[in-house]
C-alpha cells in the first residue's frame, strides 16, 4: 500500500474556504493561517496522513523557510517563488511508487501541472467538506466514549466499582 502525502495550497485554502476568507477579508490573515494551522492538524491526527503546507511569501515577504509544526511541515516560500512553481516540483520530486501525492488546490493550472506528474488532486471546498466530515466523525467518537465512561479508550471504572456504582444507583431510585 502507497504511503499518502497532501501537499495543501495554503492559500488558496483561505481563499476558497469560507470561514477563512471571511477572516482575510476582515484584515485578520494571521487569525486565517492559525485556524487553517488547526483544522489541518486535526485532520492530519485522525487521518494518519503526512501532510506539507505550503504558504508563499505574496502575503509574507521574507526568506523562505520550512519548520514543523503539529507533524506537520509548514514551508513558506521564497518571494522569487509561488507556492504553485514550489507545489508543482515537490509533487514532481515526492510521487514515486511508494508515495500518492494529492495535492490540496482549486487552482485549474496547478492541477493539471500536477496530475501530469502522478499526483492527485482535491479541490478546495472539497478538502473542506472532507475536514468538516472528518471533524463530526471525531466529535461523535467522543461523544460516544464519554458515554460509555472510557477515557482514551479505556474504562474509567473497574468492574467491581461500576457494580457498585449501580447498586447505589438503584437503591437510591427506590427510596
Known amino acids: 500500500m502507497k504511503e499518502e502525502l497532501l501537499i495543501v495550497d495554503a492559500y488558496n485554502m483561505i481563499g476558497n474556504w469560507p470561514h477563512l476568507t471571511k477572516l482575510k477579508l476582515a484584515d485578520r490573515l494571521e487569525d486565517a493561517r492559525d485556524e487553517l494551522l488547526d483544522e489541518l492538524a486535526e485532520y492530519k491526527k485522525y487521518r494518519g496522513i503526512n501532510m506539507i503546507v505550503v504558504f508563499d511569501a505574496m502575503y509574507v515577504p521574507g526568506n523562505s523557510k520550512s ?37 490540496a ?5 496547478e492541477q ?6 502522478g499526483a ?28 460509555e465512561g472510557q477515557v482514551f479508550g479505556r474504562n474509567v471504572f473497574t468492574e467491581d466499582q461500576l457494580e457498585r456504582l449501580k447498586r447505589l444507583r438503584d437503591d437510591l431510585s427506590k427510596k
Open 105 to 109: 488546490t482549486s487552482d485549474q493550472a
Open 112 to 117: 493539471w501541472t500536477i496530475f501530469a506528474s
Open 67 to 103: 519548520y514543523q509544526k503539529y507533524d506537520m511541515e509548514i514551508v513558506w516560500t521564497s518571494k522569487d517563488q509561488t507556492a504553485d512553481s514550489y507545489i508543482e516540483a515537490l509533487a514532481k520530486q515526492k510521487s514515486d511508487r511508494f508515495t500518492q501525492v494529492i495535492v
Open 120 to 147: 492527485l488532486r482535491i479541490p478546495a471546498l472539497e478538502f473542506l467538506t472532507d475536514v468538516k466530515r472528518t471533524k463530526k466523525e471525531v466529535d461523535s467518537e467522543a461523544e460516544q466514549m464519554t458515554a
